[in-house]
């Protein structure tokens, strides 16, 4: 029987009323919680770049003051951390190496995932590996192994040498302009 009224159907097709509403509450809540866990994983991310910068920056402001000892290399590495929002959780010196691990605070954090950590080392750069030395250049040869034909040698008297521009010989005997290669 139809009741004209409601427009509703009475006996055995009663029993959907509201289901939509369920698959709808349902909907939002999958949406939700995707959009919950979107929005931990970017702040997520930005906090562990944010650590990681920390990071960097308190090492190599503990590895300048490295030669004063590890409390004040330590400690100016809190101050920099801090200064950045985040703290430093472990900070030692190996030799002249700082070593500094920083956690900064997630803001949209899920349940035990609330904090994002860097760790970074400075300190003075090794020795670099020895560098060949270029291979002597020798009169008439070029860098490059070819024969420099712009180059001259002068012999004979030292002491009655002219000069000579643009490579032209002078008239004088005492001395002769030779060319190599």
Do not use: Y
Request: with cysteine; glycine share 12%.
């Amino acid at each position: 029987m139809i009741d004209t009224a409601t427009h509703t159907v009475s006996g055995a097709g009663s029993r959907d009323e509201g289901l939509a509403t369920v698959w709808a509450a349902a909907g939002v809540a999958v949406l939700s919680g995707a959009l919950l866990i979107a929005l931990h994983l970017g702040t997520a991310i930005a906090a562990r770049h944010q650590a990681e910068a920390a990071a960097d920056l308190s090492a190599l402001a503990a590895a300048g003051v490295a030669v004063e000892g590890t409390a004040a290399a330590c400690a100016r590495a809190a101050d920099i951390a801090s200064a950045m929002g985040g703290r430093v959780v472990f900070c030692a010196l190996a030799g002249w190496d700082a070593l500094v691990s920083v956690e900064v605070p997630v803001s949209i954090g899920l349940p035990g995932r609330d904090r994002a950590s860097g760790r970074a080392r400075a300190g003075p750069v090794p020795d670099p590996l020895p560098v060949r030395a270029p291979p002597p250049v020798t009169r008439g040869m070029s860098r490059s192994g070819s024969v420099d034909r712009r180059q001259r040698r002068v012999t004979g008297d030292p002491g009655r040498r002219t000069e000579t521009h643009s490579g032209a010989a002078t008239p004088n005997p005492a001395f002769r302009v030779i060319q190599t290669g």
